[in-house]
């Protein structure tokens, strides 16, 4: 079956105790044995619910994977991704990725004996470089957020092979409906499932899936028993959100690349990143391992003055953060997602007080590139 097949139908077949189409909502913490030792496949909540066995099913059917484990936020999966590693262990970690992952990072998991390394993986020889003989994992985002750097997955995935250390890949950005990155030779994907799996603005959530079985055991382990898990509300919701995911997608590159290509063409945008356009510097590799190049755009603009100005002036543009809705959002990184990064490391990679980010949603693109126009006009 094809994509927006699989994503309508695994894991969503009607109930079999009433044909209901859509999988029920067992908001339940607890179910009825018949006897000690005999019970229906369901213990306890923390452990199994059927509605998130039913999503856990479809993502994973979606990333390629064996499995898939669903936790009650992104930073919950990697928390949980984080936790296959014992002190002593090294993380060689992309350099440009989420200000959240770093500050688990360097803020929580540092202090448990994990040491990382931190390299742009625009080069795959970075990643080779800072390999140890210590190295369990090597880490990436691709596209990166907010620079929109992509990672070469099969080159780095055959150096972490080489290393025998783990590669987990951040997919929130492209979803599995542009870019599969477990058939790139990824061992383990995750993704902040509040953005565009989600897509609605409605829920927060996590999910990770894994192409090896013994990985998928200690995942499954980690989400009992540290017990980081959703809600089966949230499960329900991706499930609903899952049936869209390809329309959504489309009509969210569909927009992005219009408009990048438009802001391409406006004096007062100092740079523009995003893997669509012919003048991103990795755009051919993009092309190479993504079918579509998703929703997110990063403008420089070349001062906070004028960053703050023209956020204040957007209409349509929400000034939040997240992204991945169906409704349009901006984002100023220095001071919202990446604030935690250091200053001298944001300056590196070139996210500057001039800096937003534009989560381009599924409205009328004609409405949105006019809302950019008034606001970077004026």
């Known amino acids: 079956m094809h994509f927006p097949t699989r994503a309508i139908h695994i894991g969503q077949e009607p109930d079999e105790l009433t044909g209901s189409v859509t999988v029920p909502l067992y908001q339940t913490s607890t179910y009825a044995q018949e006897e000690i030792g005999k019970h229906k496949g369901y213990e306890y909540a923390r452990t199994q619910n059927p509605t998130r066995d039913r999503w856990e099913e479809c993502l994973a059917n979606l990333e390629g994977g064996v499995a898939a484990h669903a936790f009650g936020s992104g930073s919950a999966a990697v928390d949980a991704v984080m936790r296959l590693l014992s002190a002593g262990d090294h993380v060689v970690m ?7 992952t770093f500050r688990q990072a360097e803020r929580v998991h540092r202090r448990f004996g994990l040491s990382f390394t931190y390299v742009d993986m625009r080069n795959p020889d970075n990643v080779r470089a800072a390999l140890t003989p210590q190295t369990r994992m090597v880490y990436t985002e691709t596209p990166t957020n907010p620079m929109m750097t992509i990672t070469d997955l099969r080159a780095v995935a055959a150096i972490a092979a080489e290393a025998k250390a783990i590669m987990v890949v951040d997919n929130t950005f492209a979803t599995p409906f542009f870019q599969r990155p477990l058939e790139l030779g ?7 499932a509040t953005k565009y799996l989600g897509g609605h603005s409605d829920l927060v959530h996590g999910i990770v899936a894994t192409r090896h079985q013994h990985l998928a055991e200690q995942i499954g382990f980690l989400q009992n028993a540290v017990g980081a898990v959703p809600g089966p509300l ?9 049936k869209t995911l390809h329309v959504r997608m ?16 406006q004096p007062s945008v100092k740079a523009i990143y995003y893997p669509g356009l012919p003048s991103h510097p990795q755009h051919a590799l993009a092309a190479s391992q993504m079918s579509g190049f998703g929703g997110m755009i990063s403008i420089e603009l070349g001062s906070l003055a004028k960053a703050v100005d023209v956020t204040k002036r957007l209409k349509l543009f929400c000034l939040a953060e997240s992204l ?31 800096l937003i980010r534009l989560s381009v949603g599924i409205e009328d693109v004609r409405d949105l590139i006019a809302d950019l126009e008034q606001a970077l006009q004026a």
């Open 186 to 192: 990824a061992d383990i994907v995750l993704h902040s």
């Open 94 to 100: 992309a350099e440009d990725m989420y200000g959240g």
């Open 234 to 242: 949230e499960c329900w919701l991706c499930l609903r959100s899952a």
């Open 324 to 354: 991945g809705g169906v409704e349009s959002l901006v984002c100023h990184p220095v001071s919202m997602t990446h604030g935690s990064v250091p200053p001298e490391q944001r300056a590196r990679l070139g996210i500057t007080d001039g």
């Open 250 to 265: 489309e009509r969210h590159a569909s927009n992005a690349q219009q408009i990048a290509e438009w802001l391409e063409t």
